[in-house]
């Protein structure tokens, strides 16, 4: 068990531009979480996968905003143009099927997203 | 709407001295309680958990909890704080109607040497 695992750590961006990070959750989970942390706030609910199918987006997840769990293995979230307004921490996480089961989630690192 | 109240955005304790950090949730049936510590830069770490039985629940360094139905609380606690421990704490709760963790703002704790 290697724990959740994302990618990049740090991306750099220009306004504008298109960014997609990825998630690899612990092999034996099911259910994929997406969150996002502005500086000095909690991390706030983006979307959940059960599996590979998409069970509920947060109103947070504006058009821009896609994701993805193919196979319902590693998850990829991507931001289309870019907005200032999206920098922030992108934190990945996964648990058992049973509400967040025995253990709690389990946290990725996060990627910190800076746009300029 | 269900939420996550941590009244306290920072706490500084000094080193040796005991901490409490409070959280209350909003009412809501069997509420699932947990407690996560985030060192800068880096993901959330879960303390303890509460889903049931014994209110009072050891954690990982050092640290307790104790699930308060009454007051809609589960404060965090040590006896005796290390300037290690120096990081933002997380208070969270699931809800067995929910999908999804409800995470409150934060406290950020900072030692006095």
């Known amino acids: 068990d290697t724990g959740v695992s994302q990618d990049p750590r740090h991306k750099i961006t220009k306004r504008g531009q298109n960014v997609t990070f990825r998630c690899d959750p612990i092999s034996e989970h099911n259910r994929l979480y997406w969150y996002r942390q502005t500086l000095g706030q909690g991390p706030e609910f983006l979307t959940y996968?059960?599996?590979?199918?998409?069970?509920?987006k947060s109103r947070l997840l504006s058009d821009r905003f896609s994701a993805e769990r193919p196979k319902g293995s590693f998850s990829t979230l991507e931001i289309q143009r870019t907005e200032q307004g999206d920098s922030a921490m992108y934190l990945c996480?996964?648990?058992?099927?049973?509400?967040?089961?025995?253990?709690?989630?389990?946290f990725g690192s996060g990627t910190r997203l800076t746009v300029v | 709407a269900q939420s996550v109240t941590q009244p306290d955005i920072h706490i500084t304790v000094s080193e040796g001295a005991s901490l409490e950090l409070r959280c209350n949730y909003s009412?809501?049936?069997?509420?699932?309680l947990f407690w996560y510590v985030q060192s800068p830069g880096q993901g959330l770490q879960l303390l303890l958990k509460?889903?049931?039985?014994?209110?009072l629940v050891q954690g990982i360094k050092g640290f307790e909890a104790e699930f308060k139905r009454s007051q809609s609380s589960f404060n965090l606690r040590k006896p005796s704080v290390h300037w290690s421990d120096a990081a933002e704490y997380f208070c969270a709760v699931l809800y067995s109607s929910a999908s999804k963790i409800i995470f409150g703002s934060g406290t950020r704790l900072s030692i006095r040497p």
């Open positions: 996968f059960q599996n590979e199918a998409q069970l509920e």
């Open positions: 509460y889903f049931s039985g014994d209110t």
């Open positions: 996480a996964s648990s058992t099927p049973d509400r967040g089961g025995n253990y709690g989630y389990t």
């Open positions: 009412y809501g049936a069997t509420p699932y």
